[in-house]
């Protein structure tokens, strides 16, 4: 079946570190990769998203590249702020017989210390 | 005027009562979901519908049921609510296969 993984958290990081979070798919077919990002108290906001091999998503400062030969799509960022601290989910639309439901990793929070 | 909008945003109810939760949307999208989040779980599909009058069950659908009788309005119901459905409910709308989510704000509703 269809699986997002994703890197277990919590990950602290002091402002200005660089930041990696893993994500690896498994799919049929050719996914489109997406990567939310949620605050508290709030629904999943689009943070990026690729949608065939070697692209890279991008979006306030963040980049992932879909990586097919690896099933990866990791998300990095050169400098984190404070204001960067939230959960962000990995996802994957699979497609196939499954159409246009996303599957999401289980998240993983950052909090960014001053 | 927000794309998608959830009432309520928060409830409290007593185990055995039925409760509906709304997903209204402005975006005229044709599918829509339901997800619950747990800690620990992530996002659970519930329910979604690729039209009106067109849904089907998710990973965990027992205990809920779904109804769109309009492209934007998805309501999910609890039947018989009990103290393992409390949880956070998101609602998301998608413009098409090859597309993202666009996610609501989420109903926080607790079981007693």
């Known amino acids: 079946g269809n699986s997002v993984t994703q890197m277990e958290g919590p990950v602290t990081l002091s402002e200005e570190a660089f930041l990696t979070i893993n994500c690896t798919y498994t799919a049929t077919g050719y996914p489109s990769l997406f990567w939310y990002v949620q605050y508290p108290g709030e629904g999943l906001q689009l943070l990026l998203k690729a949608t065939k091999a070697d692209d890279k998503g991008s979006n306030k400062g963040f980049e992932a590249t879909y990586r097919k030969e690896t099933t990866s799509f990791h998300l990095e960022k050169g400098s984190v702020q404070v204001s960067d601290s939230a959960v962000y989910f990995c996802?994957?639309?699979?497609?196939?017989?499954?159409?246009?439901?996303?599957?999401f990793g289980q998240g993983t929070i950052l909090t960014v210390h001053p | 005027d927000a794309g998608i909008t959830q009432s309520p945003r928060h409830k409290v109810t007593e185990t055995g009562t039925p409760v509906t939760l709304r997903c209204h949307q402005t975006?005229?999208?044709?599918?829509m979901y339901w997800y619950r989040q747990d800690p620990g779980h992530g996002l659970r599909l519930i329910h979604y519908s690729y039209g009106v009058k067109d849904t089907d069950k998710g990973e965990v659908s027992d205990g809920y049921s779904v109804s769109r009788s309009k492209t934007e309005d998805f309501l999910l119901t609890l039947e018989s609510a009990t103290s393992s459905q409390t949880s956070v409910y998101f609602c998301a709308t998608q413009a098409g296969q090859a597309y993202g989510y666009t996610f609501g704000s989420g109903t926080r509703l607790t079981v007693v």
């Open positions: 975006e005229n999208h044709r599918y």
């Open positions: 996802a994957s639309n699979a497609g196939g017989t499954s159409y246009g439901k996303l599957t």
